[in-house]
Structures are given as structure tokens and as C-alpha cells.
């Protein structure tokens, strides 16, 4: 589907590795592929149906990029639905099962409902070059351009998720964790199973705990769980030697964040916070896919490629999360 073109060129980067070992024969490929996207570019730069094909390539790549490339769905509970649905979560209690007697009298118990409506958000990406220096290296732009997206995408999506459960959990909450001291192993193993115990199946699956930090609080499990005198632990020094970090903590999968930082560099993650959540502790929702267009300005000679889709985000049980701060870590 789309431009084959460039999908052959998005293939022969993603087969070129220029930070290992790449073969001669995956470079030559590659340069290939970029030449042959300039040479298609400035010959159907004026056919606006090649300039669609582009739009939707670029629009494909980025919504599959997300959805198999990206860990957040692995961690936090993510719907994509139709552009117009709208999301609502009820949750049903108060029925009681009594224990009587034989042809006893069975109390009554009334249900009571509560009822979650997801807000809707876009977030997107807008930019302009000069129509000659993109009709000079057109192969190159567009490929940057992709893959900067699908890499500002996942971190805007991050920086959201992470401000709902600061506003969720702000440091007068009983599930803010305040390590003034540095993390300690009680403090970690009460989080997780303060959590886990929070957290209930979902559809009769139980849904995953996640531990999630920068490197600098990652490193410091690491550190909990090697020390000779907070109950030292073999196999995880031998995992740490070897992959650098855990992958599991008594059950909660550990997950590293890398995309921390915005589009200069500036971290939105304080690097001093952990995270302990259970994955229904709040909801994503993508409405539709990624809609993408270009166009030419009429005075002056720059092309435009915009990128936007609907997001909505809530947090709706607080409860299946610890928020820990540690006060010897900068921010």
C-alpha cells in the first residue's frame, strides 16, 4: 500500500545499522533506495496524487511504528477505536452474597455504579522546508522526518501518561513514597505488593505490574538487590552482570524509560521518580489513525507535511500505584 519507493527505502534503513557492523551489501541497498526516492521525487514532484501516496505512507508507517514498536502498550492498558467512538468505563459493585440457613431469609443489596468518560486530545507534528532543498534530498528528509515522529509520538505519549499519574499522585497522596534517604528494599517490596494486592483481574486476566524509571532509579534496584546487607541476592547479580539491569522484580516486570526528553533534549521525567502500577490503573485510548497531509504555500516556496491524531487519557485507580521519590537522585 502507498509509495513503493519509499517503502523500499524505509526497508533498506531499517536493515542498514550504521552503529554496528552493517554489511557492504546492506549499505550499497540503501543508497540505492535513497536515489531512487530523489530521482521519483523531482519527476513527480507536481502529480498531487504522488504527494497522497507519500501522506499515507507516512501516516501507515507511524501507526504501525507506535503500536509494534513502542513498550507503552506492553504496560498500560491501550484501546484503538473507531475517529468518532467515545470511550466509557463503568465498574458495577455492591452485590452481596449471604451465607444462611437452609430456607432462610436472603438480605438484600443494591448495585451502585461508577461511570469514567475518556477526554479526547490530539497531539501532532507540523513542518516546513524549503521546496527546492527537500526536492534535492527528498529520500534523506522523509526518512528523517519518520523516524523523528514516531520518536516524538511515543514521548509525548510518555510525558502525557506521566503527568496524569503526577496529578494523580501528588506528594499529600498515602500512595506517594518519599525515600528522603535513598530507595530502600522495604520501601520497594511494600510498593509491589501494595499494588499487586490493588490490582484485580481484568476480564479474568490479571493484568501485569510494572516498575518504571529513568536509569538512574533503575540502577538503584539493581543496587537494593546486591547489597550484602539488604538480603543479597545471587541470581540477580549474575542477571545484572549480564543484561546490566533486572528484568523482574518479585513479578513486576522492570521497564527502562529511554525517551525521556523533548524536542531539545530537556528531560520531562524527573529522574529521581519510580513508578509501581498495575496496568488498569488508567486507560489510553487512540480514536482512529494518524492523519497526515502535505501542501505547498502559495507565496513562497515551502512544503509543509502535518501529522495529527486523537488521544484521551485518564486515571481512574490511583490505588494501583506508588509513586517513590528519592531524595538522593537529581531530578
Known sequence: ?????????????????????????????????????????????????????????????????????????TYFETRTVGEFDQIELRERRGLKVFFTSRGGYIDESQLNEQRWTLPRDTIGFHVSELTDKLRASFGETMEALIGLAQMRQEAEINRRMFNLLQAAIPSSSPYYVNATTGLTKPQLDSAVTAVM???????????????????????????????????????ATEEIRRAGRLGVYRGANITLIKNYTDENDLSYI?????????????????YGGMQTKSWDENTVDYTHYRGRRDIGGLIHHPEQARRIVDGTVTP
Open 197 to 235: 494486592d490493588a490490582v484485580k483481574p481484568s476480564n479474568g486476566v490479571q493484568p501485569p505490574v510494572t516498575i518504571l524509571g529513568r536509569r538512574a532509579m533503575i540502577d538503584q534496584i539493581s543496587a537494593v538487590v546486591t547489597d550484602p546487607s539488604a538480603l543479597f541476592d545471587p541470581a
Open 1 to 73: 500500500m502507498g509509495n513503493s519507493t519509499m517503502a523500499d527505502l524505509l526497508a533498506a534503513r531499517a536493515a542498514y545499522d550504521p552503529f554496528g557492523r552493517p554489511k557492504q551489501a546492506d549499505v550499497d541497498q540503501y543508497l540505492r533506495a535513497r536515489a531512487a526516492m530523489d530521482d521519483e521525487a523531482r519527476a513527480k514532484w507536481d502529480d498531487p496524487s504522488w504527494h497522497r501516496e507519500i501522506a499515507a505512507l507516512i501516516s501507515s508507517r507511524l501507526d504501525y511504528g507506535f503500536v509494534f514498536d513502542s513498550l507503552f502498550t
Open 270 to 286: 524527573p529522574a529521581n521518580e519510580l513508578w509501581v502500577f498495575g496496568g488498569t490503573v488508567g486507560l489510553f485510548a487512540f
